[in-house]
């Protein structure tokens, strides 16, 4: 054996190689070992040695640089990158030993790498198994590889989790069939490959790629990375993510669809490059192709250059020629996906037209043959009443994606296809989200930016109503729908974004409000479940301004609200506030301009000397307003993915008069937290006292929270110490009137809106109503701004509470 190899594995380690692919595959370029320990796994992964095989320069060489890669199916048909006699010679098989680059990748239990060892060895023993036999053995006890293909298992579901919570566009619906590739794209699995097997291959192809990557890198190797990016008009990774937990969780295949031809607008074709430039898609700093050297010809050209090293001899290229070959690689790419479309496009559309005049039966085509005659008929407005017909019917069942959406409700016109149009924005109205993608889509294929949303709240954090109103420019000028409010922002968002789509397709308008179907504050009633964030995700990139500007002195209090989350998140996690921003923070609690997250993360996240101040000057806020402390704790549970807080509740004394005793508790790190048991006059305001002393025992801080018992006589003797005017104090009025409702001075506080005149010159008014001492009072304030016309309606409501104090005091005297 040469000294710069060694062997596979020693007879005690009684691991057996896997290839796994497909039965009848000839080309198989690698095979696998996970070993399991109590502080991680070990993973091996041979690769064929396919650069000792195939002389740079040869005729066969020439041929697989010609070929690019190995194609299975499609406008080239099945078409090898090496001759036969090559590939069967240098193919990793059963019963030979076979020289490999073996590639080998330590793991603690959590998925992170340790260490990385890439060096030549011999392969013996190795076992071809498919996908199916792979999945019985993993699940059948019995099987002689079952502990081995296990942790191997367990390893792929580790990796995909840690890759996944750094920001891979990673996702496998194995029932369905659906699955990311390493760009982030959805691509449709053969039936054969939908089980653990397909996971085991991709994840630890992914790791050893990752691996090598990184090794070469940190030796200054120039190999052909794998460099992706995405269009400017993608959307946020984060939001990317959410996109594609919600098309796995909610199971339709139309909406699985969807969302792959977006991703496809929005992700820019991967390139091959001679330097790192990172990968979008997998969200890291280098990748490169190398385990497939039999059917990729980059993965050739890396495996030369790594065993060049390997064996201390001179890269095989220059700089200048990798370049070149990467270039060729990147722009022979491109042009087969350039031939394929045209392939297909020129076969389909003749069969299209074809079709899409015939009445014939539509329900039995499939997704894609479909797809290719609506999008005919649409176009050329040539669609029968029979397809239209099928297209309404497939959109109430959501099997239409939102391309198909746009088509029928933006591009088709005609008598035959105005029923399916507006059957279809029907269909939309009964799941409004789809409003979202197929503006979104419009937006896209038309060149603009995506929809705008114009978002108010009013209210208390636990019953807030959200008013949004959406846009879009269209012929360079702005379309708005009308402005629809909600329990729930990302509802008020729907009917918004439905109000415009039926704007932009001229059709009536389905939208609605959808506010509690039942008064009070508790939200029971409620039309909808405010939706939870996703567990455990935290973003991988810092926003720019959060990077700029949590190492400053800057202004914070001119950045919107998006920006001054994205700034208040970095410094929050990071513990490097400055003042500026520890003050904002504080400023706009007690304006009440933060979420609920914000509050969490300054409370629950933050730490250092820096935060301090801000932290104290936050949980003060929050006992102006207590309900917000419910809030907070729910979001801290969500995120920790915990139960929500609990409250033991009891009561005494008569109906009229009775006392209510509450304590609140959170499970945090596997066992309880109590807070204070705290009593008041109203269940609510006694549950409200008590998540505020949680709150400030989980904060560390001292507990701000007080019983809030109704004093002997009038409600006017109780509330003498608050009765100073809020403008002296140079305080918002919302947040007075606030303290007043909670401290039992005025009852039944509520905000009622209305809005005129055209988009560009909205005038709203914002009517105040409150019960003070038996009586009903109301004042109203209007300002071109939502926000401002409450504060105004606010503080006119607050002179006449004031007013009415006085004068119970001058009759007291």
């Keep these: 054996m040469p000294a710069h190899e060694s062997p596979a594995q020693s007879p005690a380690s009684r691991l057996v190689p896997l290839m796994i692919d497909r039965k009848e595959s000839v080309d198989r370029d690698d095979a696998i070992t996970v070993r399991s320990h109590a502080d991680g796994w070990e993973l091996t992964v041979y690769v064929a040695d396919v650069a000792s095989g195939v002389v740079p320069g040869s005729a066969a060489d020439r041929e697989a640089f010609r070929r690019r890669e190995s194609a299975y199916g499609g406008y080239r048909g099945t078409a090898k990158m090496l001759p036969r006699p090559v590939e069967e010679r240098l193919t990793l098989a059963e019963g030979r030993t076979c020289a490999t680059l073996r590639v080998q990748v330590t793991f603690d239990r959590a998925g992170a790498v340790l260490g990385v060892q890439v060096d030549r060895a011999r392969l013996q023993g190795a076992l071809a198994m498919d996908h199916s036999e792979v999945a019985q053995a993993v699940g059948d006890p019995a099987h002689r590889l079952h502990h081995q293909l296990r942790d191997a298992a367990e390893l792929s579901e580790t990796l995909l989790a840690r890759r996944r919570s750094q ?40 790791a050893a790629n990752t691996a ?96 060049s090293h390997i064996d201390a001899a001179p890269s095989p290229y220059s700089d200048a020629e990798l370049q070149a070959v990467a270039e060729s690689l990147t722009e022979g790419a491109r042009a087969d996906r350039d031939a394929h479309q045209a392939a297909f496009k020129s076969s389909a559309h003749a069969r299209a037209r074809r079709a899409a005049s015939a009445s014939v039966d539509y329900s039995r085509l499939d997704a894609r043959e479909f797809h290719a005659l609506l999008k005919r008929g649409c176009k050329e407005t040539i669609g029968s009443v029979s397809l239209a017909q099928e297209a309404v019917r497939r959109a109430e069942q959501q099997q239409l994606t939102s391309l198909e959406l746009q088509m029928i409700l933006l591009v ?68 708005y729908g ?55 995700r935290q973003p991988v990139a810092a926003h720019p301004l959060a990077q700029r500007a949590a190492s400053d002195e800057g202004d914070c209090s001119q950045l919107e609200a998006r920006e001054f989350h994205a700034l208040l998140k970095r410094g929050c996690k990071e513990g490097i506030g400055t003042d500026a921003l520890t003050r904002e923070a504080v400023r706009r609690a007690e304006q009440q301009q933060l979420t609920s ?36 704790l729910t979001t801290h549970a969500q995120i920790n993915g915990v139960a929500n807080p609990a409250f033991a509740d009891e009561s005494s004394g008569p109906t009229h008069d009775a006392e209510f005793r509450s304590r609140a508790e959170l499970t945090i790190g596997g066992g309880p937290v109590y807070g204070e048991e705290r009593t008041a006059s109203v269940k609510k305001s006694a549950r409200h006292q008590a998540a505020l002393s949680l709150l400030a025992r989980l904060a560390g801080l001292p507990d701000p929270s007080q019983d809030q018992l109704r004093a002997e006589g009038s409600t006017t003797a109780a509330v003498k110490k608050v009765v100073q005017p809020a403008a002296a104090e140079g305080r918002q009025p919302v947040m007075v009137l606030n303290e007043y ?28 109503h409150a019960l003070h001492a038996g009586d009903a009072l109301r004042s109203t304030g209007k300002a ?28 007291a005297a």
């Excluded at 566009?169 to 449709?188: C, N, P, S």
């Excluded at 653990?196 to 192809?205: F, L, P, S, T």
């Excluded at 990968?279 to 050297?293: E, F, R």
């Excluded at 729930?488 to 308008?509: M, N, T």
Aim: with cysteine; charged share 20%; glycine share 6%.
């Design 212 to 307: 090598i990557a990184g090794w070469a890198a940190a030796r200054d190797l120039l190999v052909l990375f794998r460099n992706h990016s995405a269009a400017k008009v993608a959307p946020p990774r984060a939001e990317f993510l959410d996109d594609l937990d919600l098309a796995l969780s909610d199971g339709s295949g139309a909406r699985l669809q969807a969302l792959q031809e977006r991703t496809l607008m929005v992700l820019r074709p991967a390139e091959y490059a001679p330097f790192m430039r990172g990968h979008w898609g997998l969200n890291l700093p280098g990748y490169v192709h190398a385990t497939s050297p039999l059917r990729r010809y980059a993965d050739l050209v890396v495996q030369r250059v790594l065993f």
């Design 412 to 479: 088709a016109s005609g008598d035959t296809w105005e029923a399916a149009r507006s059957g279809c924005l029907k269909a939309i109205a009964a799941a409004p989200e789809t409003a979202v993608s197929v503006l979104t889509t419009h937006a896209h294929i038309n060149g603009v930016a995506n929809p705008a949303f114009t978002d108010e709240s009013s209210g208390p954090t636990h019953s807030a109503a959200f008013t949004s109103r959406a846009e879009l420019t269209v012929g360079g000028a702005p379309v």
């Design 597 to 632: 997250l914000e509050l969490q993360m300054i409370l629950l996240v933050a730490s250092g000397d820096s935060w301090m101040a801000a932290r104290a000057g936050c949980l003060k806020a929050i006992a102006a307003a207590p309900e917000t402390a419910v809030s907070v």
């Design 741 to 768: 409702a909670q401290s039992l001075v005025i009852s039944n506080l509520r905000f009622d809106f209305s809005s005129e005149g055209p988009g560009h010159q909205i005038t709203f008014t914002c009517t105040a």
């Design 167 to 206: 920001g891979a566009l990673a996702l496998y619906d194995l029932l369905k069939g659906w699955a990311t590739d390493e760009d982030g794209r959805l691509v449709r699995l053969a039936a054969a490959e939908r089980n653990i097997a397909y996971k085991i291959v991709q994840e630890c192809m992914i």
């Design 482 to 536: 009308e402005e629809r409010t909600a329990s729930v922002k990302k509802s008020a968002r729907h009917q918004a974004a439905l109000s415009l789509l039926a704007r932009l397709a001229g059709l009536p308008d389905p939208s609605q409000d959808r506010l509690p179907v039942a008064s009070g504050t508790t939200g029971e009633g409620e039309t909808e479940v405010r939706p939870t964030a996703p567990q455990g």
């Design 784 to 811: 071109a701004v939502k926000s401002a016309s409450k504060t105004a309606a606010a503080e006119s409501l607050l002179e006449q509470i004031h007013a009415r104090l006085r004068a119970s005091e001058s009759d």
